[in-house]
Structures are given as structure tokens and as C-alpha cells.
């Protein structure tokens, strides 16, 4: 793995916190590419339609969650394009017992259910990665961007080459989770993707048994507290990266 993880992914990628209604758009925009006319995950039919300044139909993927979520965008600095984008679920404001959508869609053996853990949950949703930036062999029809055999990362001459792009999405988390004060975060994971970060010691608990929804998905749960030393021990590196080395921490963690 490269010494400076950071600096290689500085290189390619830059995190776009997408705290305007422009840049949330952007987010709705790739979503839709990515979910929609990629992968097929969604109809055209269940996202939402107007047109552009030029008059021009545009449509974007954007569901009710998204008025109780953070997010950002992956920017690959040469292209300019958005290569990637995030969002964090948080809780509602309005209503602590207000369900998160792997409470909805996964039988949960382990649900959180005190109002006071409720407070600092969150829910790590909707990652998508372009087709552009898709360029490994069984990447293509993925959310994530990862291969189903997750050794290929770890190939001596593919050392170098690191999965910059998941990374940067946890990075990318870990700055909302720390922005939001969340202690605990689901997440629903393609068990690819749950695979290649376990090899970099970041640790996911199942809560329930596989559901079938465009491929298996693993209904999990993590937290700072748990998953960071684990990290900061397996791959130091991609502990300064997830953590802008310690600058996103609370003493001990």
C-alpha cells in the first residue's frame, strides 16, 4: 500500500461536500445515471423530470430520505467530472422513532430502537460510482465500483492502484458522520464492497440475514468507536486518509 494514501488520492480526487441546492442537484443528476441508465436498479418512472436552462429535459433520482441526509461528490480533478457520490441518512428532527430505509427493507435482528441511540444513528445510503471510472473487470453493473474478487486490488502490480474511489466515499462519511456528531451507522452492503473494506480492518456487524434486492445485499451496522482502531492497527494509511490524520476524531478513537 502507498505511504501516503492521502497524497495519492489528492492526486486524482477531490471531496466535494454538496452543501448547496446546485450541488445537491449534481448529486440527484449522477444518481440518476448511475442507478437508472447504468445499472437498471431504477425505473425512469419512480425519479423525478423537469428541464434544464437551455429547455432541455433532465431527470434525477431523489427520494424522501434525502430531506434528513448529508452529502457528497467524488470530483476526479483532470476531468472535472463528478465521479462518485455519497449521502448519510440522519435522524429526523421531527420524529426519533422515524424508520431509516434498512428498517423498511431488511428483517433487522438487531434494530436500534432506544430514542437516546436513535439521537446519534445514521445511515450510510446510496453510494454509486460512474460507469466512467468502472474500468476493472466485473466492476461494470456494480453500485460501488468494486469486482466480486476483490484480490485483484492486491496484486503486486496492482498495488499501486489502490481503490481510491470507495475510500474516498468512507472518507467522505466519515467527515458527515463527524460534522453530525453520528456514533452509529447502518448500512446496507454488496458483500463485494464489505469484503475489500474488511481487508483494510474497517469492521460492518450483521444485523440480519442476506436480502435479494439487485444482487445479495448484508443489512450491517458500525461504529467510529469500534471500526477506527481496527483501521488505524490493519492499514494505517487509510486511517489517515478516513480521518485527515486524526483531524476528524474525538480523543481515544
Known amino acids: 500500500m502507498e505511504n501516503d494514501l492521502i497524497a495519492a488520492f489528492n492526486q486524482f480526487f477531490e471531496l466535494v461536500h454538496a452543501d448547496t441546492d446546485e450541488l445537491r442537484m449534481q448529486v440527484y443528476l449522477l444518481r440518476y445515471q448511475v442507478y437508472v441508465l447504468e445499472t437498471g ?18 431527470h434525477w433520482e431523489q427520494d ?4 434528513r441526509s448529508d452529502h457528497y461528490l467524488l470530483r476526479h480533478r483532470r476531468t472535472g467530472v463528478y465521479a462518485a457520490t455519497a449521502r448519510l441518512i440522519l435522524p429526523s428532527v421531527t420524529d426519533i422513532a422515524a424508520p431509516y430505509p434498512i428498517e423498511l427493507h431488511c428483517p ?9 441511540r436513535r439521537g446519534s444513528l445514521g445511515e450510510i445510503s ?18 460501488a465500483g468494486v469486482a466480486e474478487d476483490v484480490e485483484i486490488y492486491f496484486e503486486d ?4 492502484v ?11 462519511v466519515m467527515r458527515m458522520v463527524h460534522e453530525h456528531r453520528i456514533t452509529h451507522c447502518y448500512a446496507v452492503m454488496e458483500p463485494a464492497l464489505l469484503r475489500l473494506l474488511g481487508r483494510f480492518g474497517m469492521v460492518f456487524n450483521r444485523i440480519g440475514s442476506d436480502v435479494d434486492y439487485h444482487g445479495i445485499r448484508v443489512p450491517c451496522i458500525t461504529s467510529a468507536e469500534e471500526a477506527l482502531p481496527n ?5 494505517p494509511s487509510v486511517w489517515d486518509l478516513i480521518t485527515d490524520r486524526g483531524q476528524l476524531l474525538h480523543p481515544g478513537q
Open 157 to 160: 502490480d496492482e498495488r499501486r
Open 108 to 116: 433487522l435482528e438487531k434494530p436500534v430502537s432506544d430514542p437516546a
Open 231 to 235: 483501521i488505524r492497527k490493519v492499514a
Open 162 to 172: 489502490l481503490p481510491h474511489i470507495s475510500l474516498g466515499l468512507f472518507a467522505a
Open 126 to 143: 446510496r453510494f454509486a460510482v460512474s460507469k466512467v471510472f468502472k474500468r476493472r473487470i466485473g466492476e461494470l453493473g456494480t453500485l
Open 64 to 67: 424522501s430520505f434525502d430531506d
Open 41 to 58: 436498479f431504477e425505473t425512469e418512472s419512480d425519479c423525478r423530470s423537469g428541464v434544464d436552462e437551455n429547455g432541455l429535459p433532465v
